[in-house]
């Protein structure tokens, strides 16, 4: 995983819209009429709001659309403040502080794909249905959502060309039927998938059988992790200084209060943007965001959740 480079931008709201039951969608463009930045299938941002939360959400308009952004928003039951801002006081007109855009979630190239998505979860990869219709590269969608009237982007999903969209309410038909579809695993094929984590965690299950790397989530909440919670020293590679993490403290808030700036938002291992270069020791990876690649080369951590197996680390800081 390369560190990406982000922008921080003022975006004005210039449409918004109801898309499904508790969901909606705001369009974003530029106040100074700029371009934005280019972005890949996949793609999320941080959205900054005036009440103090950073919340993330993906991008699911067209990519090949430089001038507006598109973002969907679920208004969560338990909202911290975050999404019900959104949909109770965010309208057109409103500028909005935007950083990004970050994938952590990019479309890899296959033969033929299977989406698995859930609730909310429709939202990054909506995109990549659209890259892979337009490239005519066979697709499967399995879609579930609470019900019919609470899954969005129905209309668009249905007229998009090459694959299958196989919708699923859970008050019609159940749980989505993952086995079916997932054993035995399809050669060639590449699963994409996200949505609320106990679907992420049978989806998992499932694909265990699956060849390394054909299975690709990305979650809204962080996974339950077994962390170790020995203390450990962190050495700094521009100064030489060195810095004790004590035990139950995240390696990110004592660097914090040691002085060093490192930019970050979720601080729960979902979003990638605390990533640090690793010069020296094993880390403990505790993140949701890291391939398997990048957790073997032992080259880079996320301090927010990340600890270490080695007495020392050195990070490139």
Same mark, same amino acid.
């Given at each position: 995983?390369?560190?990406?480079?982000?922008?921080?931008?003022?975006?004005?709201?210039?449409?918004?819209?109801?898309?499904?039951?508790?969901?909606?969608?705001?369009?974003?463009?530029?106040?100074?009429?700029?371009?934005?930045?280019?972005?890949?299938?996949?793609?999320?941002?941080?959205?900054?709001? $005036?009440?103090?939360?950073?919340?993330?959400?993906? +991008?699911?308009?067209?990519?090949?659309?430089?001038?507006?952004?598109? +973002?969907?928003?679920?208004?969560?039951? %338990?909202? /911290?403040?975050?999404? /019900?801002?959104?949909?109770?006081?965010?309208?057109?007109?409103?500028?909005?502080?935007?950083?990004?855009?970050? %994938?952590?979630?990019?479309?890899?190239?296959?033969?033929?794909?299977?989406?698995?998505?859930?609730?909310?979860?429709?939202?990054?990869?909506?995109?990549? @249905?659209?890259?892979?219709?337009?490239?005519? #590269?066979?697709?499967?969608?399995?879609?579930?959502?609470?019900?019919?009237?609470?899954?969005?982007?129905?209309?668009?999903?249905?007229? +998009?060309?090459?694959?299958?969209?196989?919708?699923?309410?859970?008050?019609?038909?159940? =749980? @989505?039927?993952?086995?079916?579809? @997932? $054993?035995?695993?399809?050669?060639?094929?590449?699963?994409?998938?996200?949505?609320?984590?106990?679907? +992420?965690?049978? &989806?998992?299950?499932?694909?265990?059988?699956?060849?390394?790397?054909?299975?690709?989530?990305?979650?809204?909440?962080?996974?339950? /992790?077994?962390?170790?919670?020995?203390?450990?020293? &962190?050495?700094?590679?521009?100064?030489?200084?060195?810095?004790? #993490?004590?035990?139950?403290?995240?390696?990110?808030?004592?660097?914090?209060?040691?002085?060093?700036?490192?930019?970050?938002?979720? /601080?729960?291992?979902?979003?990638?943007?605390?990533?640090?270069?690793? @010069?020296?020791?094993?880390?403990?990876?505790?993140?949701?965001?890291?391939?398997?690649?990048?957790?073997?080369?032992?080259?880079? #951590? =996320?301090?927010?959740?990340?600890?270490?197996?080695?007495?020392?680390?050195?990070?490139?800081?």
């Amino acid at each position: 995983m390369v560190q990406q480079q982000e922008q921080t931008l003022q975006l004005e709201v210039v449409g918004k819209r109801l898309e499904a039951e508790g969901v909606v969608s705001l369009s974003l463009r530029s106040v100074d009429g700029d371009p934005l930045p280019p972005w890949t299938p996949g793609a999320h941002v941080d959205v900054v709001l $005036d009440c103090g939360s950073i919340r993330q959400y993906s +991008l699911c308009g067209s990519v090949d659309d430089p001038e507006r952004w598109r +973002l969907g928003v679920l208004r969560e039951p %338990n909202s /911290r403040g975050g999404s /019900r801002k959104i949909h109770e006081d965010v309208e057109p007109g409103t500028v909005l502080t935007v950083c990004g855009p970050r %994938n952590n979630f990019a479309l890899q190239p296959a033969k033929q794909y299977l989406f698995v998505a859930g609730g909310i979860g429709i939202t990054p990869i909506l995109p990549m @249905l659209r890259h892979v219709a337009e490239q005519g #590269i066979p697709w499967k969608l399995l879609y579930g959502g609470r019900s019919r009237s609470s899954m969005a982007f129905v209309e668009e999903i249905l007229a +998009l060309e090459n694959g299958e969209a196989i919708l699923r309410p859970q008050d019609e038909y159940g =749980l @989505l039927d993952l086995k079916r579809y @997932l $054993d035995p695993p399809v050669p060639g094929t590449k699963v994409y998938s996200c949505g609320p984590t106990p679907l +992420l965690e049978a &989806v998992t299950e499932e694909c265990k059988s699956w060849p390394t790397g054909s299975l690709h989530i990305e979650r809204f909440v962080a996974s339950t /992790r077994n962390s170790s919670e020995d203390p450990f020293e &962190v050495e700094l590679a521009r100064s030489g200084r060195r810095i004790t #993490i004590p035990k139950y403290e995240s390696m990110l808030d004592v660097l914090e209060q040691e002085g060093l700036e490192i930019t970050n938002s979720c /601080r729960a291992g979902i979003c990638g943007t605390c990533l640090t270069g690793v @010069l020296g020791g094993i880390p403990e990876h505790n993140d949701d965001v890291l391939s398997d690649e990048d957790r073997a080369s032992n080259k880079v #951590i =996320l301090p927010c959740v990340s600890r270490s197996k080695t007495d020392r680390l050195i990070i490139d800081l």
